[in-house]
């Protein structure tokens, strides 16, 4: 694929008008496990989408053709919030495609629950990088959310009976913790260096008179 053709996909964020893409969403994500062979959660087309009605997804499109998806699901009444599903078409991997996608789903997140914890599990690797990248953390589980709904998600994964046989303390997923209000504190912090700074410079004219 050319630059040209690369910097015409669209990475917006998903509408009703989207919702005939679900099928093809569902493969996507069956045949991703597939290939790396690791575990991935099974998605119904019904699930995805409840997911692109509900203004909690993200889509990549060529034209009319659907090359990329991402979503969100809120637990806790909003206090967590999880990103999930992110998928490339094969044909459409190895040009950056995914970063644009996981900052697409990061800004949908951050916009509709902007005071929520972000979350993500995952045994994808550049994913991982993805979300390091962003600011996120690794974290045990047991600082993602409790709520049961969300890992009875898991089932449909080929590890889910590692997971429970660890009382949903760890898995092959890899969790990862974006904290807002972590954030928060240290972009109102970023003037600190001057000011102490300032403040030694000032002590030492003091000293020298």
Not at 83 to 93: F, K
Not at 114 to 131: E, G, Q, R, W
């Amino acid at each position: 694929m050319n630059n040209n053709a690369y910097q015409n996909i669209s990475v917006t964020f998903a509408d009703t008008s989207h919702a005939k893409y679900a099928e093809h969403i569902c493969k996507l994500i069956y045949e991703s496990a597939l290939q790396r062979g690791t575990g991935i959660a099974k998605r119904s087309p019904e699930y995805i989408i409840s997911k692109i009605n509900g203004g909690k997804a993200v889509v990549a499109l060529d034209g009319e053709r659907l090359v990329g998806f991402s979503y969100i699901e809120c637990w806790e009444h909003g206090d967590f919030v999880a990103t999930s599903g992110l998928i490339v078409d094969p044909e459409y991997r190895g040009l950056g495609l995914a970063e644009r996608i996981k900052r697409k789903t990061f800004e949908l997140a951050r916009t509709r629950f902007p005071y929520a914890k972000l979350f993500s599990i995952t045994t994808s690797l550049p994913v991982m990088k993805l979300n390091s990248r962003m600011g996120y953390v690794p974290v045990t589980f047991s600082e993602l959310t409790e709520d049961n709904e969300f890992w009875q998600g898991c089932e449909g994964c080929c590890n889910y009976d590692i997971l429970m046989r660890n009382n949903r303390r760890m898995c092959l997923c890899t969790g990862m913790l974006y904290d807002p209000a972590k954030h928060k504190r240290e972009e109102h912090s970023w003037w600190k260096p001057y000011a102490m700074y300032i403040q030694n410079a000032i002590k030492k004219i003091f000293h020298l008179r």
